[in-house]
Protein backbone atom coordinates (compact mmCIF):
# COMPACT_ATOMS: atom_id res chain seq x y z
CA UNK A 1 0.00 0.00 0.00
CA UNK A 2 1.51 3.05 -1.08
CA UNK A 3 -0.46 5.12 1.53
CA UNK A 4 -0.97 4.27 4.88
CA UNK A 5 -4.57 3.52 5.97
CA UNK A 6 -4.66 5.60 8.96
CA UNK A 7 -3.71 8.91 6.12
CA UNK A 8 -6.66 7.39 4.15
CA UNK A 9 -8.94 6.84 7.27
CA UNK A 10 -8.37 10.94 8.11
CA UNK A 11 -8.51 11.95 4.24
CA UNK A 12 -12.05 9.79 4.05
CA UNK A 13 -14.11 11.87 6.50
CA UNK A 14 -17.07 10.00 6.29
CA UNK A 15 -20.25 10.70 7.21
CA UNK A 16 -23.58 9.00 6.25
CA UNK A 17 -26.13 10.86 5.12
CA UNK A 18 -28.98 11.43 7.50
CA UNK A 19 -31.80 8.81 6.00
CA UNK A 20 -29.31 6.17 6.14
CA UNK A 21 -27.92 7.30 9.87
CA UNK A 22 -31.75 7.30 10.69
CA UNK A 23 -32.06 3.49 9.59
CA UNK A 24 -28.82 2.10 10.57
CA UNK A 25 -29.66 3.60 14.05
CA UNK A 26 -32.99 1.95 13.82
CA UNK A 27 -31.35 -1.39 12.90
CA UNK A 28 -29.05 -1.23 15.56
CA UNK A 29 -31.44 -0.33 18.13
CA UNK A 30 -34.11 -3.28 17.35
CA UNK A 31 -31.14 -5.96 17.49
CA UNK A 32 -29.74 -4.42 20.61
CA UNK A 33 -33.92 -4.99 22.55
CA UNK A 34 -33.24 -8.61 21.06
CA UNK A 35 -30.35 -8.92 22.70
CA UNK A 36 -31.76 -8.04 26.13
CA UNK A 37 -33.43 -11.71 25.66
CA UNK A 38 -30.09 -13.14 26.40
CA UNK A 39 -29.70 -11.49 29.71
CA UNK A 40 -33.20 -11.50 30.98
CA UNK A 41 -32.50 -13.71 33.48
CA UNK A 42 -30.86 -11.32 34.96
CA UNK A 43 -32.55 -8.27 35.67
CA UNK A 44 -30.05 -6.16 37.06
CA UNK A 45 -28.02 -6.32 33.90
CA UNK A 46 -30.63 -6.45 31.70
CA UNK A 47 -32.55 -3.03 33.38
CA UNK A 48 -29.52 -1.17 32.87
CA UNK A 49 -28.78 -2.43 29.60
CA UNK A 50 -31.73 -1.04 28.43
CA UNK A 51 -31.50 2.00 30.33
CA UNK A 52 -28.03 2.42 28.87
CA UNK A 53 -29.51 1.98 25.57
CA UNK A 54 -32.27 4.25 25.80
CA UNK A 55 -30.10 6.80 26.47
CA UNK A 56 -27.98 6.29 23.24
CA UNK A 57 -30.78 6.07 21.04
CA UNK A 58 -32.68 9.82 22.35
CA UNK A 59 -29.44 11.16 21.33
CA UNK A 60 -29.44 13.38 24.15
CA UNK A 61 -26.31 14.65 25.89
CA UNK A 62 -25.03 12.43 28.11
CA UNK A 63 -22.40 11.54 30.33
CA UNK A 64 -19.92 9.05 28.57
CA UNK A 65 -18.16 7.90 31.49
CA UNK A 66 -21.44 6.87 32.84
CA UNK A 67 -22.45 5.49 30.08
CA UNK A 68 -19.41 3.57 30.01
CA UNK A 69 -19.95 2.84 33.99
CA UNK A 70 -23.30 1.28 33.13
CA UNK A 71 -21.93 -0.91 30.02
CA UNK A 72 -18.82 -1.74 32.72
CA UNK A 73 -22.05 -3.00 34.98
CA UNK A 74 -23.92 -5.35 32.63
CA UNK A 75 -20.51 -6.55 31.63
CA UNK A 76 -19.42 -7.57 35.29
CA UNK A 77 -22.60 -8.81 36.04
CA UNK A 78 -22.61 -11.02 32.60
CA UNK A 79 -19.17 -11.79 31.64
CA UNK A 80 -20.19 -13.68 28.28
CA UNK A 81 -22.41 -11.01 27.00
CA UNK A 82 -20.66 -9.59 24.34
CA UNK A 83 -22.68 -6.87 23.05
CA UNK A 84 -21.99 -4.18 26.04
CA UNK A 85 -18.04 -4.81 25.06
CA UNK A 86 -19.33 -3.16 21.13
CA UNK A 87 -21.07 -0.76 23.08
CA UNK A 88 -18.43 0.79 25.53
CA UNK A 89 -15.68 0.47 23.00
CA UNK A 90 -17.83 2.99 20.73
CA UNK A 91 -18.12 4.63 23.53
CA UNK A 92 -14.19 5.19 24.05
CA UNK A 93 -13.62 5.55 20.64
CA UNK A 94 -15.98 8.31 20.26
CA UNK A 95 -13.98 10.22 23.06
CA UNK A 96 -10.57 9.50 22.20
CA UNK A 97 -9.45 6.35 23.96
CA UNK A 98 -8.05 4.22 21.35
CA UNK A 99 -6.64 1.68 23.24
CA UNK A 100 -9.64 1.02 25.15
CA UNK A 101 -11.87 0.88 22.37
CA UNK A 102 -9.63 -1.14 20.54
CA UNK A 103 -9.62 -4.32 23.36
CA UNK A 104 -13.68 -3.57 23.24
CA UNK A 105 -13.83 -4.24 20.14
CA UNK A 106 -11.46 -7.31 20.13
CA UNK A 107 -13.39 -8.35 23.28
CA UNK A 108 -16.76 -8.91 21.17
CA UNK A 109 -15.42 -10.25 18.02
CA UNK A 110 -13.49 -12.82 20.40
CA UNK A 111 -17.21 -13.57 22.44
CA UNK A 112 -19.27 -14.12 18.92
CA UNK A 113 -20.14 -10.71 17.76
CA UNK A 114 -18.77 -10.75 14.88
CA UNK A 115 -20.76 -8.31 12.84
CA UNK A 116 -19.53 -6.39 9.95
CA UNK A 117 -20.07 -2.90 12.29
CA UNK A 118 -17.50 -4.71 14.80
CA UNK A 119 -15.25 -5.48 12.56
CA UNK A 120 -15.15 -1.91 10.83
CA UNK A 121 -15.02 -0.07 14.43
CA UNK A 122 -12.05 -2.20 15.61
CA UNK A 123 -10.40 -1.25 11.92
CA UNK A 124 -10.63 2.42 12.74
CA UNK A 125 -8.51 1.85 16.17
CA UNK A 126 -5.89 0.25 14.00
CA UNK A 127 -5.73 3.13 11.58
CA UNK A 128 -5.91 6.00 13.84
CA UNK A 129 -3.23 3.92 15.91
CA UNK A 130 -1.03 4.15 12.87
CA UNK A 131 1.71 1.18 11.86
CA UNK A 132 -1.17 -1.35 11.90
CA UNK A 133 -2.24 -1.27 7.85
CA UNK A 134 -2.35 -5.10 7.71
CA UNK A 135 -4.66 -5.32 10.89
CA UNK A 136 -6.87 -2.24 9.66
CA UNK A 137 -7.31 -3.78 5.96
CA UNK A 138 -8.09 -7.43 7.24
CA UNK A 139 -10.52 -6.04 9.53
CA UNK A 140 -12.25 -3.82 6.49
CA UNK A 141 -12.49 -6.99 4.47
CA UNK A 142 -14.34 -8.99 7.04
CA UNK A 143 -16.32 -6.09 7.22
CA UNK A 144 -17.30 -6.60 3.68
CA UNK A 145 -17.36 -10.07 3.60
CA UNK A 146 -20.16 -10.17 6.11
CA UNK A 147 -21.78 -7.03 4.91
CA UNK A 148 -20.99 -6.17 1.31
CA UNK A 149 -23.11 -3.09 1.16
CA UNK A 150 -21.70 -1.67 4.17
CA UNK A 151 -21.45 1.92 3.10
CA UNK A 152 -18.41 3.22 5.25
CA UNK A 153 -16.09 0.25 4.40
CA UNK A 154 -17.08 0.38 0.36
CA UNK A 155 -15.79 3.86 0.65
CA UNK A 156 -12.44 2.88 2.86
CA UNK A 157 -11.92 0.17 0.17
CA UNK A 158 -12.49 2.58 -2.62
CA UNK A 159 -10.10 5.18 -1.46
CA UNK A 160 -7.29 2.24 -0.81
CA UNK A 161 -7.97 0.86 -4.37
CA UNK A 162 -7.85 4.44 -6.09
CA UNK A 163 -4.38 4.88 -3.61
CA UNK A 164 -2.92 1.28 -5.49
CA UNK A 165 -4.48 2.65 -9.11
CA UNK A 166 -7.16 0.05 -9.09
CA UNK A 167 -9.19 1.71 -10.48
CA UNK A 168 -12.04 -0.79 -11.54
CA UNK A 169 -12.20 -1.94 -7.99
CA UNK A 170 -12.64 1.38 -6.75
CA UNK A 171 -15.01 2.45 -8.77
CA UNK A 172 -17.06 -0.50 -7.90
CA UNK A 173 -16.42 0.07 -3.93
CA UNK A 174 -17.79 4.11 -4.28
CA UNK A 175 -20.42 3.06 -6.79
CA UNK A 176 -21.85 0.85 -3.68
CA UNK A 177 -21.35 3.36 -1.39
CA UNK A 178 -22.90 6.13 -3.66
CA UNK A 179 -25.83 3.78 -4.37
CA UNK A 180 -26.62 3.09 -0.35
CA UNK A 181 -26.94 7.06 0.10
CA UNK A 182 -23.66 8.01 1.14
CA UNK A 183 -23.03 11.64 1.82
CA UNK A 184 -19.41 11.25 1.84
CA UNK A 185 -18.27 14.32 0.13
CA UNK A 186 -15.14 12.30 -0.97
CA UNK A 187 -16.21 9.42 -1.97
CA UNK A 188 -17.79 11.49 -5.07
CA UNK A 189 -14.97 13.16 -5.90
CA UNK A 190 -12.52 10.30 -6.53
CA UNK A 191 -15.58 8.60 -8.58
CA UNK A 192 -15.56 11.87 -10.25
CA UNK A 193 -11.95 11.86 -11.03
CA UNK A 194 -12.28 8.09 -12.72
CA UNK A 195 -15.02 8.94 -14.86
CA UNK A 196 -12.94 12.02 -15.99
CA UNK A 197 -9.83 9.55 -16.73
CA UNK A 198 -12.32 7.79 -18.71
CA UNK A 199 -13.36 10.91 -20.44
CA UNK A 200 -16.96 10.14 -19.22
CA UNK A 201 -17.28 14.08 -18.61
CA UNK A 202 -21.55 14.77 -18.28
CA UNK A 203 -21.22 11.30 -15.07
CA UNK A 204 -17.74 13.44 -14.23
CA UNK A 205 -20.00 16.80 -13.49
CA UNK A 206 -22.82 14.88 -11.79
CA UNK A 207 -20.48 13.34 -9.14
CA UNK A 208 -18.99 16.69 -8.83
CA UNK A 209 -21.90 18.22 -8.61
CA UNK A 210 -23.12 16.04 -5.61
CA UNK A 211 -19.83 15.94 -3.67
CA UNK A 212 -20.37 19.58 -3.81
CA UNK A 213 -23.85 19.30 -2.62
CA UNK A 214 -22.20 17.14 0.64
CA UNK A 215 -19.60 19.38 1.20
CA UNK A 216 -18.72 23.28 -1.13
CA UNK A 217 -15.62 23.57 0.56
CA UNK A 218 -13.19 21.36 -1.04
CA UNK A 219 -11.72 23.98 -3.85
CA UNK A 220 -10.12 20.30 -5.55
CA UNK A 221 -14.01 19.15 -6.35
CA UNK A 222 -14.65 22.94 -7.88
CA UNK A 223 -11.56 23.08 -9.84
CA UNK A 224 -12.34 19.50 -10.99
CA UNK A 225 -15.92 20.27 -12.13
CA UNK A 226 -14.60 23.60 -14.32
CA UNK A 227 -12.06 21.09 -15.81
CA UNK A 228 -15.05 18.96 -16.66
CA UNK A 229 -17.24 21.92 -17.98
CA UNK A 230 -13.83 23.67 -20.04
CA UNK A 231 -13.27 20.00 -22.06
CA UNK A 232 -16.86 20.25 -23.44
CA UNK A 233 -16.87 23.85 -24.23
CA UNK A 234 -18.79 24.97 -22.08
CA UNK A 235 -16.40 28.12 -20.91
CA UNK A 236 -18.98 30.36 -18.75
CA UNK A 237 -19.80 27.33 -16.92
CA UNK A 238 -16.03 26.58 -16.50
CA UNK A 239 -14.87 30.39 -15.50
CA UNK A 240 -17.69 29.81 -12.42
CA UNK A 241 -16.29 26.90 -11.50
CA UNK A 242 -12.77 28.22 -10.99
CA UNK A 243 -13.78 31.13 -9.45
CA UNK A 244 -15.39 29.29 -6.55
CA UNK A 245 -11.99 27.20 -6.35
CA UNK A 246 -10.24 30.35 -6.28
CA UNK A 247 -12.53 31.61 -3.34
CA UNK A 248 -11.48 28.61 -1.22
CA UNK A 249 -7.85 28.08 -2.38
CA UNK A 250 -6.27 31.53 -3.74
CA UNK A 251 -2.45 29.74 -4.04
CA UNK A 252 -3.63 27.21 -6.11
CA UNK A 253 -1.72 27.55 -8.88
CA UNK A 254 -3.30 25.20 -11.48
CA UNK A 255 -6.60 27.53 -10.87
CA UNK A 256 -5.02 30.58 -12.15
CA UNK A 257 -3.63 29.17 -15.14
CA UNK A 258 -7.31 27.43 -16.28
CA UNK A 259 -8.81 30.67 -15.54
CA UNK A 260 -6.40 32.47 -17.77
CA UNK A 261 -6.79 29.64 -20.93
CA UNK A 262 -10.79 30.05 -20.18
CA UNK A 263 -10.36 33.79 -20.42
CA UNK A 264 -7.90 33.60 -23.51
CA UNK A 265 -10.52 31.23 -25.60
CA UNK A 266 -13.21 33.73 -24.47
CA UNK A 267 -11.30 36.43 -25.87
CA UNK A 268 -10.99 38.50 -22.73
CA UNK A 269 -6.95 38.67 -22.91
CA UNK A 270 -6.40 41.16 -20.29
CA UNK A 271 -8.60 38.94 -17.75
CA UNK A 272 -6.29 36.26 -19.52
CA UNK A 273 -3.15 37.94 -18.98
CA UNK A 274 -4.14 39.11 -15.33
CA UNK A 275 -4.84 35.43 -14.13
CA UNK A 276 -1.25 34.51 -15.71
CA UNK A 277 0.67 37.32 -13.88
CA UNK A 278 -0.47 35.43 -10.57
CA UNK A 279 0.58 31.98 -11.67
CA UNK A 280 3.68 33.90 -12.46
CA UNK A 281 3.76 34.98 -9.07
CA UNK A 282 3.06 31.69 -7.19
CA UNK A 283 5.66 30.09 -9.81
CA UNK A 284 8.24 32.58 -10.80
CA UNK A 285 10.29 29.99 -12.62
CA UNK A 286 7.76 28.14 -14.69
CA UNK A 287 8.15 28.77 -17.92
CA UNK A 288 4.15 28.15 -18.34
CA UNK A 289 3.05 31.14 -16.86
CA UNK A 290 5.34 33.85 -19.02
CA UNK A 291 4.60 31.95 -22.41
CA UNK A 292 0.94 31.80 -21.43
CA UNK A 293 0.80 35.43 -20.94
CA UNK A 294 3.03 36.28 -23.86
CA UNK A 295 0.20 34.46 -26.09
CA UNK A 296 -2.15 36.95 -24.47
CA UNK A 297 -0.28 39.82 -25.06
CA UNK A 298 0.64 38.28 -28.63
CA UNK A 299 -3.56 38.23 -28.91
CA UNK A 300 -3.55 41.89 -27.80
CA UNK A 301 -0.54 42.33 -30.91
CA UNK A 302 1.22 44.30 -27.90
CA UNK A 303 4.42 42.98 -29.02
CA UNK A 304 6.61 44.49 -26.51
CA UNK A 305 5.61 42.74 -23.46
CA UNK A 306 5.22 39.32 -25.42
CA UNK A 307 8.52 39.57 -26.69
CA UNK A 308 9.32 40.21 -22.60
CA UNK A 309 7.43 36.97 -21.82
CA UNK A 310 8.85 34.44 -24.60
CA UNK A 311 12.60 35.70 -23.68
CA UNK A 312 12.04 35.08 -20.11
CA UNK A 313 10.21 31.78 -20.82
CA UNK A 314 13.40 30.90 -22.85
CA UNK A 315 15.65 32.14 -20.06
CA UNK A 316 14.29 29.39 -17.78
CA UNK A 317 14.35 26.11 -20.35
CA UNK A 318 16.20 27.30 -23.63
CA UNK A 319 15.39 24.02 -25.25
CA UNK A 320 11.57 25.10 -25.61
CA UNK A 321 10.67 24.98 -29.09
CA UNK A 322 7.02 26.33 -28.76
CA UNK A 323 8.51 29.44 -26.67
CA UNK A 324 11.43 29.59 -29.60
CA UNK A 325 8.61 29.71 -32.47
CA UNK A 326 6.23 32.34 -30.33
CA UNK A 327 8.96 34.43 -29.98
CA UNK A 328 9.15 34.92 -33.84
CA UNK A 329 5.76 35.57 -34.24
CA UNK A 330 6.01 38.24 -32.05
CA UNK A 331 9.49 39.79 -33.33
CA UNK A 332 7.45 39.05 -36.87
CA UNK A 333 4.20 40.93 -35.85
CA UNK A 334 6.81 44.07 -34.54
CA UNK A 335 8.44 44.19 -38.26
CA UNK A 336 11.94 42.48 -36.90
CA UNK A 337 11.92 40.41 -39.75
CA UNK A 338 14.87 38.92 -39.80
CA UNK A 339 14.93 38.24 -35.76
CA UNK A 340 11.86 36.77 -36.56
CA UNK A 341 13.66 34.24 -39.18
CA UNK A 342 15.83 33.85 -37.05
CA UNK A 343 13.67 32.38 -34.08
CA UNK A 344 12.06 30.69 -36.32
CA UNK A 345 14.97 28.43 -37.35
CA UNK A 346 16.06 27.98 -33.89
CA UNK A 347 12.51 26.69 -33.02
CA UNK A 348 12.66 24.59 -35.98
CA UNK A 349 16.13 23.32 -34.83
CA UNK A 350 14.79 22.57 -31.71
CA UNK A 351 11.91 20.22 -32.91
CA UNK A 352 9.18 22.35 -33.78
CA UNK A 353 6.51 20.58 -35.84
CA UNK A 354 4.51 23.35 -38.50
CA UNK A 355 1.13 22.76 -38.09
Known sequence: MRIGLSALYKKGGLCFNKLWQIQIARQKHERSIVMIDNIDHNKEAADIYREAMEKERKKRKWNPDELIAMYSRVIELEPEFPHPYFLRGRQYLEFGDIANALKNFTQAIELGFQDAETYYERMKCYALIGNKDNEALADLRAALKIDPFHVNANCDMGLICFEKGDMQRAYKHFTTAINRNTSNAITFLKRGVINMQEKRYEHAIVDFLDSKACNPTIAQTHYLLGNCYYELGVLKRALRAYDSANL???DMPDIYYKMGCVCYDMGDFDSSARHFSILIELLPDSETGYTS???????????????????KAISINAGDASAHYLLSQAYLGRGDEALGIKYYERALALGYVPE
Not at 293 to 311: C, H, Q, S, T, V
Open 248 to 250: LDR
Open 293 to 311: RGLAWLAKEDFDKAIADFE
